[in-house]
């Protein structure tokens, strides 16, 4: 299948077009919404079914392996370099300030668990297995891009006293989404196939409906956020398309170099390209308020996100299967 049809067929799936039309209802300001209870309650169900399987699935194939430690160790490390790549880009192609260059590079060193659905959603679509631990390693990327981005932001005088700073270490390790990511992670390892079995009419048939209905509510996100990314210069922009390609460019390479297969190596490379919404915001509000909210929300979220579930998902897609297939 060449990138064409890849990319006809992502964009020409259910979840895809529930997207769009969330974007369209929230351009045209209709009176469209989710409610926030339901909303939360979507984003737990799916943290909740992705965890579930990924450790029903490992559980199925064996246990912790010498690839398993390995992924898991070129994630970590890939959360602590990437953002270094990010800052020394932005330092030189834009003239944001110290403090707003690290929460962007911090962002895009971290993952976007909403990418990560989709991704796994492209792969069930068509039938392509992957490894149950690249759940694991999804919590693990969530954490470093944190501890990189306010390491570099040091010479911008981080205003958090030690209060604050306990405060941002306990959200980042109690984060809800990682705890019940991991939770259900480990009851899906520890009851395996019975449990799969007992929970299928919950948590794996009805999940494309769940997802189609998230990605409704993120396309009304997306547009309210559109008004902000006008006044972003263009080479601030472009950063927030071409991050992502190269992040993937890595995420490629090193899956080669680990010997991981497409499935597994395809999650892999999302989790390298995605940029976090959701965890890195909330810590930079605590530990970094000097940097600009306005300038790094938007960027991940109303331009990259939309962007790596249309069009960055199948060309990773296709990139990986150049190299892993």
């Not at 939360?40 to 169900?45: N, Q, V, W």
């Not at 308020?289 to 579930?309: G, H, R």
Request: net charge neutral; glycine share 8%; charged share 10%.
């Amino acid at each position: 299948m060449n990138i064409f049809d890849l990319f006809l067929q992502n964009i020409l799936t259910a979840p895809i077009l529930f997207f769009a039309l969330g974007v369209v209802a929230g351009v045209i300001k209709s009176d469209l919404s989710v409610p926030e209870s339901i909303s939360r309650y979507l984003s737990l169900y799916l943290m909740m079914a992705i965890g579930f399987k990924g450790g029903a699935a490992l559980a199925s194939h064996g246990g912790i392996d010498a690839t398993m430690l390995c992924t898991a160790a070129a994630g970590v490390l890939f959360g602590f370099a990437q953002p270094l790549l990010g800052f020394v880009i932005l330092k030189q192609t834009t003239t944001i300030d110290r403090a707003t260059a690290a929460a962007i590079a911090a962002h895009y060193g971290s993952i976007s668990m909403v990418t990560f659905v989709t991704a796994v959603s492209f792969l069930n679509v068509n039938e392509i297995a992957y490894a149950g631990y690249i759940v694991a390693i999804l919590a693990l990327m969530e954490a470093p891009a944190i501890v990189s981005g306010l390491l570099l932001a040091r010479g911008a005088q981080i205003r958090c006293d030690a209060a604050q700073r306990r405060k941002l270490i306990a959200d980042v390790l109690t984060n809800g989404a990682i705890v019940l990511l991991i939770g259900s992670f480990l009851i899906g390892w520890v009851t395996g196939d019975k449990g799969a079995k007992s929970l299928d009419a919950f948590l794996i048939a009805p999940f494309q409906g769940v997802l189609c209905l998230f990605l409704l509510d993120m396309g009304l996100l997306v547009a309210r956020s559109l008004p902000q990314v006008r006044g972003f210069s263009l080479s601030l922009a472009a950063f927030a398309f071409y991050m992502p390609v190269l992040s993937a460019v890595f995420g490629v390479g090193m899956a080669y170099l680990m010997g991981l297969d497409t499935g597994t190596g395809f999650l892999f490379t999302v989790l390298c390209a995605s940029a976090s919404y959701i965890a890195v915001p909330a810590a930079m509000r605590i530990a970094l308020p000097e940097a600009q909210p306005a300038v790094y929300l938007p960027m991940s979220l109303a331009l990259t996100f939309p962007f790596n579930i249309t069009f960055g998902i199948p060309l990773y897609y296709k990139a990986v299967s150049a190299f892993l297939g």
